[in-house]
């Protein structure tokens, strides 16, 4: 079948670097997706994978292992806004999107 | 990025009535559009997938008689709740792929559809 696994919740300091990581099972694979979810909104994009290897994006960077059906969101310098959910999703091969159940995060000063 | 639309944000409606909500993608043409649900603190799930001009998809356990859907034209899908009860309050949001790139989803705003 098919499976997302990613933490549920997790707490970071304001300032500090936190590693949100995310296993997935598909049936073909057409990329990885990580979105943020603020509390009564829809979902945002942040960054798409495919290739192996770590797309950095200003505070926030995401990397991929095909091979080990692993990728993990990275956020530095975290900020109070950047308390969310955070969504790991894989596209599989008829390209819909797989999606695991959010990681919360909280940001404490 | 691409523009996707939903009407209405918010509607509280009595048990029994019908709600119908409106997606839109307003700056490209969507030739596939998907609807979710979102229950307080849990993920999306995905209701049904609907290309232009065909009957829509609908996952295991949703009701297709229950949750029309309608997705008309290349820009529009509509998702019309029949006979609302108190369960089917929730977040839904629409989400919508241009034809030219398959990797990306534009999310909607959402609508939360409270049922008294």
């Known amino acids: 079948g098919q499976n997302i696994d990613q933490p549920t919740e997790m707490t970071a300091t304001e300032g500090a670097i936190v590693q949100i990581n995310c296993t997935y099972q598909t049936s073909g694979f057409n990329g990885l997706f990580w979105y943020q979810q603020h509390a009564g909104e829809a979902p945002t994009f942040l960054s798409y994978n495919v290739l192996d290897g770590l797309e950095e994006k200003g505070r926030f960077s995401s990397f991929l292992s095909r091979s080990k059906g692993y990728s993990y969101l990275l956020l530095k310098e975290l900020q109070m806004k950047d308390s969310a959910s955070y969504l790991c999703?894989?596209?599989?091969?008829?390209?819909?999107?797989?999606w695991g159940a959010g990681t919360k995060l909280i940001i404490k000063p | 990025g691409a523009v996707v639309s939903q009407h209405p944000s918010w509607v509280i409606c009595k048990s029994g009535t019908s709600v119908k909500i409106e997606c839109r993608s307003l700056?490209?043409?969507?030739?596939?559009m998907f609807w979710y649900r979102q229950f307080p603190k849990q993920s999306l799930m995905l209701m049904a997938t609907?290309?232009?001009?065909?009957?829509?998809?609908?996952e295991q356990g949703v009701e297709k008689d229950k949750f029309l859907i309608n997705h008309a034209s290349l820009t529009l899908s509509t998702l019309t709740v029949t006979s609302a009860h108190p369960e089917d309050s929730s977040f839904y949001i629409c989400?919508?792929?241009?034809?030219?790139?398959?990797?990306?989803?534009?999310f909607g705003p959402g609508t939360r559809l409270t049922v008294l």
């Open positions: 700056d490209f043409q969507a030739t596939t």
């Open positions: 989400s919508a792929r241009d034809f030219s790139d398959y990797n990306e989803q534009f």
């Open positions: 999703a894989a596209m599989d091969s008829n390209y819909q999107l797989i």
């Open positions: 609907s290309n232009e001009g065909s009957k829509a998809t609908y």
